[in-house]
């Protein structure tokens, strides 16, 4: 039988899989989608060229983000509140959840960007 996690292990781990997926997206977007916002935003020069080295990584940046989201949205559909109020405060519920999404849109962005790049 599975026991669930408790909330103050809970909100570690909440934690922890929020900051996994959204640095997971950056670095698994470093190698071609970050270079692209940087340059539109007009931050250039010689060092964007060096994100390229990152690209024989991004599966494994990939992995790690889809890993992160999928158990911090698993965390946060399964958290329980004990009656006695052991529970993580609204705001620190609502940047956990920031952090998911932030995370899962750059995983989106980065799949669409590897699709539609053949089309360019």
């Not at 470093?30 to 940087?38: A, K, Q, R, T």
């Not at 390229?52 to 965390?75: C, D, E, K, M, T």
């Not at 329980?80 to 999404?101: F, M, N």
Request: net charge positive; aromatic share 12%.
């Amino acid at each position: 039988m599975v026991t669930p996690p408790t909330p103050d292990k809970s909100k570690h781990l909440g934690n922890l899989s929020a900051i996994g997926a959204v640095s997971g997206g950056v670095l698994a977007s470093s190698c071609c989608l970050l270079p692209v916002l940087f340059i539109s935003l007009g931050l250039g020069g010689a060092w964007i060229g060096n994100l390229q080295a990152l690209a024989p990584y991004q599966p494994y940046f990939f992995g790690l983000a889809v890993v992160s989201i999928g158990a911090g949205f698993w965390l946060s559909k399964n958290s329980t509140c004990t009656i006695d109020g052991d529970c993580a405060p609204s705001s620190q519920r609502q940047r956990y959840k920031i952090g998911l999404w932030v995370g899962t849109g750059f995983i989106v962005a980065l799949i669409a960007y590897n699709l539609l790049w053949s089309f360019f």
